[in-house]
């Protein structure tokens, strides 16, 4: 097996800050003589070249389908699917993009205290749904500490925390842990690992980072369509008249009314929906109370 550093995963691109441009001089005479010229010409390329533009190439390829694979589960992530889902499709894509062995989402319990394997590719059968403490002197108390990549390249030797014994079983060397981002606090772990000895580059742990950057914002927006969905419930359940208006549109009309409102002034929510509340007053408009009303709403009070 090649050293970390000669492996082909690792090399560094070629320095394109050292090439010098030709300076090329306009031709004036005809251009059939070079054409002829360049047809023959078969440019001398040492291997050391070859290798560099190679390994150029590759770095290219690598990065092109690392954003390709963002691109496509921030489309999933649009189409509203589940999140378990979506967390499944997210650690088999990251797996195959960066040729890892495992890789793996654990979510933070509410109180903080817990992590649990949420979803995972590459673990032994039954795994998912496993425990694991954040105590700050082990790997994912600490990757939780630091707030920011947490790259192992070589497990066995580490000292700035304990191996857990999900790795640990596994035989886990190298690896990358990240926090993912949340609101009151962070939603979890997103990990990748290999039994082999890896050094990684700066590009997998920026790919890596909007993978989970791409989880946050879907856990983001469930939790406020949850949210949302709880308030029309509590709103439509209430026995109090509700109508809201939607004072950025001309003529202020009404965008919702709860049931309570239908029983009490027998109008529908399709009667409703569209017009302007003076639909309620019909042709009595000079009722004493709009005035008190009108004053208490330029004053902004109840």
């Not at 090399?11 to 050292?18: C, G, H, I, L, R």
């Not at 589940?82 to 979510?107: G, N, R, S, W």
């Not at 009667?271 to 902004?300: F, I, S, W």
Request: charged share 15%; glycine share 6%.
């Amino acid at each position: 097996m090649l050293p970390a550093d000669q492996h082909p995963q690792n090399e560094q691109p070629f320095d394109t800050a050292s090439y010098q441009p030709v300076n090329y001089q306009p031709i004036h005479a005809s251009l059939e003589p070079v054409v002829e010229r360049l047809n023959r010409f078969q440019p001398a390329c040492s291997p050391l070249c070859n290798s560099h533009w190679q390994q150029t190439e590759a770095v290219l390829r690598r990065h092109a389908r690392q954003q390709a694979a963002v691109a496509h589960l921030g489309q999933r992530a649009l189409l509203n699917i589940d999140l378990p889902k979506l967390m499944h499709e997210a650690v088999t894509t990251v797996a195959q993009v960066l040729k890892m062995q495992y890789c793996a989402i654990f979510e933070l319990s509410p109180n903080g205290s817990t992590l649990m394997l949420q979803a995972g590719t590459g673990w032994q059968p039954g795994l998912v749904g496993t425990q694991m403490g954040t105590q700050p002197n082990w790997l994912f108390g600490y990757t939780l500490a630091q707030r920011q990549p947490v790259v192992i390249r070589d497990l066995l030797i580490e000292t700035r925390f304990g191996c857990p014994s999900l790795l640990y079983s596994h035989r886990i060397k190298s690896g990358i842990n990240l926090v993912i981002p949340g609101q009151d606090q962070p939603f979890g772990i997103l990990g990748i690992y290999t039994t082999k000895f890896w050094s990684f580059t700066q590009d997998d742990i920026h790919f890596l980072q909007a993978v989970a950057n791409v989880l946050a914002a879907t856990v983001a927006r469930k939790k406020f369509e949850a949210r949302l969905r709880l308030m029309e419930r509590a709103i439509a359940a209430s026995s109090n008249g509700i109508i809201l208006t939607d004072v950025q549109q001309p003529d202020n009309p009404v965008v919702y009314v709860n049931p309570a409102f239908e029983a009490m002034t027998g109008y529908s929510a399709s009667e409703m929906l569209g017009k302007n509340c003076r639909l309620l007053q019909q042709d009595d408009r000079k009722q004493p109370g709009l005035e008190v009303l009108r004053t208490a709403l330029q004053e902004v009070r109840e």
